[in-house]
């Protein structure tokens, strides 16, 4: 009985989630069009006498249930790919089809993880009668930074006591450290067209529009603190020069380590934008396209996930994990290894490893991780802690080829059963105790001071 039991059962569910990884994986699909990859797991839960909830106007996202009463603890599960990233699973460049598409975020076994996890956990609650609420959450959409934001607009993780997470990468570790804060969003300006010799006058330049806001953006840049972080693509320019563009669209990115700044940006940076369109007689249209919140890392639940981690031990690589790692290991330079490593704040000793065979320890909770996630959101409505796993060789970068690689191969699934038991462990040990429970909500309501989660959509 207890936790031995628990990873007892997941290890007997091996195959059945190595598989169900390797299917995700041999089928990427992109953001929000995860049918296959959610309907494999919630037909698996379903079976498993998981009640299954849809989550309304989100296809692709649903919630299995189990369980009744608080604790309510949850856990979050992705599972879309990435354009432009299929792979083989082969220490050479080689796309596996012509889906375009590739799991080079590992999603297909951050999802399956929390599957196994919560499969494992739903029969010693039946058997241990265990008092509480346990769900797995299946949240699409991760890389375009909207799944979690529009579930939470929904109200989906509202009595929520406690929620946790894993992500692919290449140490075990805590992620104590917080993530950007982001908004990305587009501006369309709308003029006149014509002939951009012949009349040239009665023309109103929605490229000009375009233009001017980005240099009044470049100044803007003096004038915002220093962590924040302003990118820009122009998605449409106009079709020719000598037509006056009536249409063009800049699209921005702002970060910021708080939302509060990303907020106030935001705002300074459409009064550029109403500026062009004033100045150049065109008019603007604003559309928010997806928000996230930095991450409250709870310490409390992070503790709690380290200790597990160590109580699992280090994901059980085998020597064939071993030599397709060294294949794909050898593919990146030490440097170019440093400067991802450096990125997760690791340890220097790490980096003499091919794979991340040991718990890392790291005090990063003062840090703030240079990308965004929109389990931010999720973190601002309840205690969360997320560690990662193993999933690749050190010092792989993420969404690059050699991630699909390792995400599809024995390194990945075995890191995937690693994080899977981890998070079983936790889950269990705060049903078992929910003093814990309170601990973490006691740490979030002081670290909130107050603060109420609003949606970046109706800031
Ligand atoms: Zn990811």
Redesign the pocket.
């Known amino acids: 009985m207890g936790k031995k039991t628990l990873f007892d059962l997941i290890d007997q569910n091996e195959k059945v989630l190595k598989d169900m990884a390797r299917t995700i994986w041999e089928n990427p699909e992109g953001a929000f069009n995860e049918k296959k990859a959610s309907g494999l797991q919630r037909d698996y839960l379903a079976k498993q006498g998981f009640n299954i909830i849809d989550v309304p106007d989100v296809e692709t996202a649903f919630i299995a249930e189990t369980g009744q009463g608080k604790p309510v603890i949850g856990i979050l599960g992705?599972y879309?790919a990435l354009p432009g990233m299929s792979q083989k699973v082969s220490s050479v460049k080689e796309a596996y089809d012509n889906s375009g598409y590739g799991h080079g975020?590992?999603?297909n076994l951050?999802g399956t993880g929390g599957v196994g996890a919560v499969a494992a956990l739903k029969e010693l609650m039946e058997t241990e009668h265990i008092k509480g609420t346990l769900r797995y959450y299946g949240c699409p959409a991760?890389?375009t930074l909207s799944g979690k934001v529009v579930m939470a607009r929904k109200g989906v993780f509202d009595d929520l006591d406690a929620c946790i997470s894993w992500?692919?990468a290449s140490m075990n570790v805590v992620w104590g450290c917080s993530f950007l804060a982001v908004n990305s969003m587009k501006f369309a300006f709308k003029g006149i067209p014509a002939h951009a010799a012949a009349a040239p006058q009665a023309g109103r330049s929605a490229l000009d529009a375009v233009e001017l806001m980005n240099v009044g953006a470049n100044y803007l840049r003096e004038h915002v603190i220093e962590k924040a972080r302003i990118h820009y693509v122009i998605t449409n320019g106009g079709m020719a020069p000598n037509i006056v563009p009536d249409n063009a669209e800049v699209w921005y990115y702002v970060r910021a380590p708080r939302r509060a700044d990303v907020r106030e940006i935001t705002e300074r940076l459409k009064k550029i934008a109403q500026g062009a369109a004033m100045m150049t007689e065109t008019t603007m249209e604003y559309e928010l396209v997806a928000g996230c919140y930095d991450v409250i890392a709870s310490k409390t639940l992070g503790e709690l996930m380290h200790n597990n981690m160590v109580e699992v031990g280090p994901p059980k690589f085998t020597k064939e994990d071993y030599e397709f790692g060294s294949k794909l290991s050898a593919l990146t330079t030490k440097d170019e290894k440093k400067k991802v490593m450096s990125t997760y704040f690791a340890p220097d000793h790490v980096l003499d490893k091919v794979l991340c065979d040991e718990i890392i320890e790291i005090d990063d909770s003062d840090l703030i991780m240079a990308g965004s996630?929109d389990a931010g959101d999720v973190s601002y409505i309840v205690p969360f802690a997320q560690i990662t796993a193993a999933t690749w060789p050190v010092g792989t970068a993420?969404?690059t080829w050699i991630a699909t690689a390792s995400s599809g191969s024995g390194i990945g699934m075995n890191a995937m059963m690693f994080a899977a038991k981890t998070m079983a462990g936790t889950v269990y040990d705060l049903f078992k105790d929910t003093t814990k429970v309170d601990a973490a909500k006691a740490e979030f309501e002081k670290r909130l001071g107050g603060f109420k989660y609003i949606s970046p959509f109706d800031e």
């Open positions: 992705e879309d975020c590992g999603h951050l991760e890389e992500h692919p996630v993420a969404h």
